[in-house]
């Protein structure tokens, strides 16, 4: 088990970034754990967003990429969202999850990793 904490979440403008931050305490060594973020709008499903696996190779959804960047610092057990070019519907919470699996399951399934943090909101106005 792995408890997350995210931070970094706030409101800016349209073409603005942000960068989100996501702190792990695990018993099990974090640099074998698949991470990764998805987002929830009020009214709309879960949506992933991006994914590391244990490799630093990235895997991203295609509303995403080119604009977000996910990376990793294991010696400080912290994932990362570097959030760039933000659009109003880019609005959402945002969750930082762990699985403990390899290979690592893809974007799409972020929001049923076996761990997640308590989110953070980000909020973009136009």
């Known amino acids: 088990q792995v408890q997350l904490v995210e931070s970094g979440g706030g409101s800016v403008q349209a073409g603005g970034s942000l960068r989100l931050s996501c702190a792990a305490v695990s018993r099990r060594p974090y640099e074998n754990y698949c991470m990764g973020w998805f987002r929830q709008a009020p009214g709309k499903e879960r949506e992933g967003l991006g994914i590391?696996?244990?490799?630093?190779?990235?895997t991203y959804a295609d509303s995403v990429k080119g604009r977000f960047t996910v990376s990793r610092d294991n010696a400080e057990r912290t994932l990362y969202l570097q959030m760039d070019s933000l659009k109003p519907d880019d609005t959402a919470a945002y969750y930082c999850?762990?699985?403990?699996?390899?290979?690592?399951?893809?974007?799409?399934?972020?929001?049923?990793?076996?761990?997640r943090g308590q989110g953070t909101q980000v909020t973009v106005s136009s």
């Open positions: 999850a762990a699985d403990y699996s390899y290979p690592c399951p893809g974007p799409q399934f972020v929001p049923r990793y076996g761990n």
């Open positions: 590391i696996d244990t490799a630093f190779r990235t």
